[in-house]
């Protein structure tokens, strides 16, 4: 069957359901079973509609009719004890033709020309303030239903076309959100890049320092040794030369050491001023 032939048949099937969007077929609302019915599902799936729809359905499609699956269903609208609500919006959420009002922590309430009874709104409520009450069917009331399911069509399909306007524009936030963190990966990262030879300099020029300071600090240690060194060979070498009994040879030896020691003394303080001027 081609969607050409199958979609008109798809609107009279839905144009005969009672619009209540109650999902106790099955299906998420009165069109999806629509389009099941028409794909062959059962026409007796529709608790709401009843009897009268089914022998509608079947005649549309030249169908045998069949038993209802439920036939004990009873015309209820929904009610809040408004006194007991907690203004949760759970309920707003859950009706599927927007019939009810209210904000949240504020008091809801039905809109009870445009409830269709489907209850969905009873479950999700936390507090459980919510009950079905019975419609009284009158003439008046049997007349006006086929114009109330007109009016619940075009509000469940707004609402459903508000939910999916609502999704596409947080999908578009969301892909706005990650290519602007994206740019931002991406600049940080040029950023840390050109930075990367002013980091590496600054790193080299306090290597440059510390090895300097570290130079430093072992020359002046060098230079300290050595004057010690240098003061107690001098002291050695003056107690000799004052004992005449000590051998000349002994004499020479520390009169050598102290002049290697004054050398040595001499490199290390030309370092350490060397040291100095660098700094």
Avoid: W
């Amino acid at each position: 069957m081609s969607d050409k032939f199958r979609d008109p048949i798809v609107e009279q099937i839905n144009n005969l359901l009672p619009q209540t969007q109650c999902r106790k077929c099955g299906y998420e609302g009165c069109k999806p079973y629509s389009e099941a019915i028409a794909k062959g599902e059962a026409i007796n799936r529709c608790p709401p509609g009843g009897e009268a729809t089914m022998q509608a359905i079947a005649e549309l499609l030249d169908v045998e009719p069949l038993a209802l699956t439920d036939s004990r269903h009873i015309k209820r609208y929904a009610y809040i004890r408004e006194n007991e609500c907690i203004g949760c919006t759970k309920c707003v959420q859950a009706c599927p033709v927007d019939a009810i009002l209210g904000a949240a922590k504020y008091m809801h309430t039905v809109i009870r020309d445009e409830c269709t009874g489907c209850d969905l709104c009873v479950e999700p409520c936390p507090v459980d303030c919510i009950e079905m009450r019975p419609v009284e069917t009158t003439l008046q009331t049997r007349y006006a239903e086929q114009d109330k399911a007109r009016r619940s069509r075009q509000r469940f399909e707004a609402k459903q076309a508000r939910i999916e306007r609502l999704k596409q524009e947080m999908e578009a936030k969301r892909k706005e959100r990650q290519a602007a963190l994206k740019t931002q990966k991406s600049t940080d990262k040029s950023n840390s890049s050109a930075l990367d030879p002013v980091h590496t300099a600054i790193a080299r020029a306090k290597a440059k320092v510390a090895a300097k300071s570290s130079q430093k600090r072992s020359a002046q240690k060098t230079t300290a040794f050595l004057k010690k060194r240098l003061a107690a060979a001098k002291s050695k070498l003056a107690l000799a030369e004052q004992h005449a009994t000590i051998d000349s040879k002994k004499i020479t030896a520390l009169q050598q050491s102290v002049e290697n020691l004054q050398q040595q003394l001499q490199t290390a303080e030309n370092e350490l001023h060397q040291n100095n001027r660098s700094h």
